[in-house]
């Protein structure tokens, strides 16, 4: 390794090169591959009867094992004296007409339009470590200037950023056609390093055409896939770079705290069809040999379930599969997939370059499901909000054999940010008596009919099935408060479900609804059968101004205010609601803006154990008492923040007169008759693990 050039000004240098082929003496040195490797791309783009000019040759063997498969018109250049003695000297007698030539590429004696094709084995990406790249693009002029219409320079990279970018800016203003294939090889536990080598294919045209063509293949034989600006071809090389890069780092070790994840495009196409994360189980773990390396296909629409969703459900996954490697495989919206064997067949081939170490020689790699299906999804519809980016709205198809319509921002495919369940208007109307259980899968066609609503007394998430249960803080349905209305302030709309569940079933409640996002009204109102009228009422502006001046009016008095809202920094450890949700500022506006059986419910999600105990001793210094309910295997926990402090029992989980208002905050739910179902929640279950903050 002590021969490579240790500086970009040794790339350049005539001096360096020589003084390098007299230390490597005749010991070919192959950059980027030899022509096993290269032969079926070069076939493709270079014929046997062309005139070649091979630049920057050094002593590789390519243009020799070229020259004996057929291509008899081969000139190759190199600056430096030696190598080109040497060359000639070994080829003298078995290839007399391949001549080697002492010619520098940046200033060629050839006449205009003299060859058809111009081959680079790392010429280019030498020419242009020099810092401003001048050298490389006086040698992309001379190329441009001797090679003839239909003419191709076919140059073998290793893409480095800015060499792509040069070059390929360089020859877009030319006019010219730009195609890179990239040329991916299995990977061997014995290599040190590894990365893609691309071959660069640019065509000259006789008229340069007015808008830029280019194209990036993957092998060969790929199929182009046509792109916009030389920015997403660049960004292609990145991906398949780091594709690279990954792989290699898994062949090599195990990292059971890390599980890097990338995606597969169609190859035709070129949009998202797998994305796969790798998760390795703990290194001191032993199993079975046919348990090393599985490959697990999350069925569609179960893509956001927390075990299939989260870092912790993957890790959980894995850990019970008892794989020393689990690849978790999820499919992508818009894209056909016809079942599961096939989806295996078209993972099959790839699936080996993420074994882990150490893999036993012709392990079979078993693909695991949940029952064996493919699972089932439809896009119903599709926007984008200028605040919140893309988003689309799908109908899934639930383990219980349900439909559940669902609302997912692009920007995090893995979070469903609305659910609701679908059931016919038929259904609806006839008020189905609730029930528990899980409904076993019907023979109903996939696609729903046009006559599917959302059910309005089913809740779709936990923690909203929590904030309706905290009510009974109130005495919902005691006979003492059976007039009195209930005033609720909610910050975030979403689909509308909770907002519309509290208008149908909570009796006397009036609801507003502060929405940011004024597309996220309408998808509510146009996919999730949400219906505002005098007693629920939705208001788009900020949240927390509007509570800032509510309470600088004064006046109105909230018994419940509601935060449910998202987050779009991830980087600070809390994803719901906002860092300046919960700032103690604005928590003492809340605070006034409550009756004096007021209750405040935050739904709470975050990882950072010191940053949550900070919240809550925030909400500590303004609430006498906070109740916390967490989610089973998720996140999630529902902060109940009340102005009185109510005696607890020592701290027991659910007081007794708190379980006496469950039951009749239950029997009061059930007693509406203004939804579309009969409520589906059972209050008394979702309070006993309430435990105090």
């Not at 994840?261 to 046919?290: E, F, I, M, N, W």
């Not at 697990?296 to 019970?320: H, M, N």
């Not at 495989?329 to 081939?349: F, K, N, T």
């Not at 239950?666 to 435990?691: E, F, M, W």
Request: aromatic fraction near 6%.
């Amino acid at each position: 390794m002590n021969l490579l050039p240790r500086s970009a000004e040794e790339f350049s240098s005539a001096e360096y090169w020589e003084t390098f082929f007299k230390k490597r003496g005749e010991k070919a040195f192959e950059w980027y591959g030899d022509y096993n490797k290269l032969c079926g791309v070069l076939h493709k783009y270079i014929k046997a009867q062309d005139k070649v000019l091979v630049v920057g040759c050094g002593n590789s063997e390519l243009s020799e094992q070229m020259y004996d498969v057929g291509y008899k018109h081969l000139t190759n250049i190199d600056i430096s004296a030696t190598v080109v003695s040497h060359m000639n000297q070994r080829n003298a007698e078995r290839r007399p007409n391949l001549t080697f030539q002492q010619v520098d590429a940046t200033q060629t004696p050839y006449e205009d339009s003299s060859y058809q094709a111009t081959l680079d084995k790392g010429t280019l990406d030498a020419m242009a470590s020099e810092e401003d790249g001048a050298l490389a693009r006086r040698m992309l002029t001379e190329v441009a200037r001797i090679l003839c219409v239909g003419g191709r320079y076919v140059c073998v990279t290793l893409a480095q950023e800015s060499v792509v970018k040069l070059s390929v800016e360089h020859f877009v203003q030319l006019g010219w056609a730009v195609r890179l294939h990239c040329l991916q090889e299995a990977v061997s536990d014995e290599d040190t390093f590894e990365l893609p080598v691309f071959v660069l294919i640019c065509t000259k045209f006789r008229q340069p055409m007015p808008m830029a063509i280019l194209e990036i293949c993957v092998g060969e034989d790929g199929a182009p896939n046509r792109l916009k600006e030389v920015a997403e071809l660049l960004s292609a090389v990145r991906e398949f770079q780091a594709y690279s890069v990954l792989r290699k780092r898994l062949r090599t070790g195990t990292d059971a705290n890390s599980n890097p994840s990338l995606t597969l495009c169609h190859a035709k196409t070129g949009l998202p069809r797998y994305t796969l994360t790798v998760q390795d189980g703990a290194s001191h773990a032993k199993v079975p040999k046919s348990n090393y390396f599985g490959i697990f296909i999350v069925p569609q629409g179960k893509e956001t379930d927390w075990l299939y969703g989260s870092s912790e459900g993957q890790s959980q996954l894995a850990a019970s599969a008892k794989f020393k490697r689990l690849v978790i495989v999820a499919m992508h919206r818009d894209q056909e997939y016809i079942d599961m064997e096939a989806v295996q067949a078209e993972l099959s081939p790839m699936v080996m370059d993420l074994a882990p170490p150490g893999i036993p020689a012709n392990q079979q790699v078993p693909f695991l499901s949940v029952g064996g299906e493919l699972g089932w999804r439809e896009v119903i519809s599709r926007g984008v909000s200028e605040l919140s980016g893309e988003y689309c709205v799908e109908d899934v198809r639930g383990e219980d054999g349900q439909l559940y319509r669902r609302l997912v921002f692009l920007s995090n495919t893995s979070l469903v940010q609305s659910e609701g369940r679908l059931v016919s208007q038929k259904s609806a109307l006839s008020h189905k008596k609730k029930s528990k259980k899980k409904v076993k899968p019907s023979a109903a066609p996939l696609t729903p009919s046009g006559s599917l609503t959302v059910d309005s007394g089913f809740l779709c998430c936990i923690h909203h099935e929590i904030m309706v249960s905290g009510l009974a803080l109130l005495g919902v349905g005691l006979p003492q408060n059976k007039d009195v209305p209930i005033s609720v302030l909610m910050v975030g709309l979403g689909g509308g479900g909770l907002a519309q569940f509290l208008r149908d079933f909570v009796p006397g409640a009036m609801v507003e609804v502060v929405e940011l996002d004024p597309a996220i009204l309408e998808v509510a109102k146009a996919c999730f059968s949400f219906r505002p009228d005098d007693r629920l009422t939705v208001m788009l502006g900020d949240g927390i101004k509007h509570i800032t001046s509510l309470e600088k009016e004064g006046g109105r008095l909230f018994d419940v205010v509601m935060f449910d809202v998202d987050s779009k920094d991830s980087s600070v450890g809390m994803s719901c609601p906002p860092s300046s949700f919960v700032e103690t500022s604005l928590l003492k506006k809340v605070y006034s803006l409550l009756t004096p059986r007021g209750v405040f419910m935050l739904n709470l999600v975050c990882r950072d154990s010191v940053l949550r105990k900070s919240i809550l001793d925030r909400i500590h210094s303004i609430f006498p008492r906070i109740l916390s309910r967490k989610v089973e295997d998720e996140v999630n926990e529902v902060l109940l923040c009340t102005r009185c402090d109510a005696e607890t029992q020592g701290g027991a989980s659910v007081p007794a007169a708190l379980r006496a208002a469950a039951r009749s905050l239950q029997s009061a739910l059930c007693s509406s008759t203004a939804g579309t179902s009969s409520p589906h929640i059972d209050v008394a279950d979702l309070l006993k693990d309430l435990k105090v903050a």
